[in-house]
């Protein structure tokens, strides 16, 4: 069945769905995107995505073309139209199409940004069997611009970063700058070593993300140790426990990094007790 798509200001079959060719986003990677999950048919974290949106758009000199409230509304009507109990929203924003192709900003006065937003369901994401035994990442080199901050669509090397572990024979791949761990292609990578809960501090050489913010929130409630620095390939590979988490792995365990296995090769207490917290509060929350 062919999913009910958004496409600035209209909700229609992904087949009709249509942007121009001399959109910024696609001749420039010229834009911004946001990846909100869905469970028991609820946002998680809408707030929190909103906001690193609103932030992304300031950084890059971009109008907005609809509100916070608006997008909250567009998020809850593609959820009832496309029936969506658990998965994640995809929503992009690129600078528009002026018509042309030219490096120079287009004047937002008379191009608009393009708004696309569509689901993606996937039954069975909270209950996920990878959970259970975890995943495997190698390292590789974080060669992406300089501000990561900022959630852009070059997507390039993150993509090419997942095709190298598939190749390796592996779920992921952690990227590694001057010796220090920055994060997973689309995620955020901690180790725990002795209790402490350790990953990069914020800065431009990561994302920040919105499920870090909330699980770091829940292992302070909880009183567990939570370091916020930079830590080696070296110091990750001696871990404890390691895990990455995003909008649409939540807390995943990571069990083997390159040839190191973690612990005891399964998903640690910590871990596995943050997965739990994450997806009770999270759910609690949802909007
Ligand atoms: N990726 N770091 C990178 C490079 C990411 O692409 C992501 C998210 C994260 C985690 O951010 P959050 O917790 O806000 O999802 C960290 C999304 C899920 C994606 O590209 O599909």
């Not at 990750?236 to 190191?260: L, N, Y």
Request: no cysteine; charged share 25%.
């Amino acid at each position: 069945m062919s999913r009910i798509v958004y496409v600035n200001g209209e909700y229609l079959p992904e087949e009709e769905a249509k942007v121009s060719i001399f959109d910024r986003g696609f001749l420039m990677a010229d834009g911004v995107y946001e990846v909100t999950s869905v469970l028991g048919g609820k946002l998680i974290d809408f707030e929190g995505h909103a906001k690193r949106l609103e932030r992304s758009l300031t950084e890059l000199d971009m109008t907005a073309p609809v509100t916070s409230e608006e997008l909250l509304e567009i998020h809850r009507e593609l959820v009832k139209r496309n029936a969506v109990d658990e998965g994640m929203i995809y929503l992009q924003i690129t600078r528009g199409a002026p018509g042309d192709r030219d490096f120079v900003f287009p004047d937002p006065e008379t191009t608009t940004g393009t708004v696309v937003l569509f689901t993606q369901s996937k039954p069975g994401l909270a209950d996920n069997p990878v959970a259970k035994k975890g995943i495997s990442v190698i390292s590789i080199e974080d060669i992406r611009w300089g501000r990561r901050d900022i959630k852009t669509v070059q997507l390039l090397y993150p993509s090419m970063g997942k095709m190298m572990a598939k190749k390796a024979g592996a779920d992921d791949a952690w990227m590694v700058e001057d010796g220090m761990v920055t994060e997973g292609t689309s995620n955020n990578a901690y180790i725990v070593k002795g209790g402490k809960i350790v990953t990069r501090n914020l800065g431009n050489e990561i994302l920040h993300g919105i499920t870090r913010a909330a699980v770091l929130r829940f292992a302070r409630e909880a009183q567990m140790q939570v370091e916020e620095r930079a830590f080696t390939l070296e110091e990750a590979k001696q871990a404890d426990e390691a895990f990455i988490t995003s909008a649409s792995t939540f807390v995943m365990p990571v069990v083997k990094i390159d040839e190191a296995t973690i612990g005891t090769g399964t998903p640690g207490p910590i871990a596995t007790r943050l997965r739990e917290v994450y997806l009770e509060e999270s759910l609690k929350a949802a909007i």
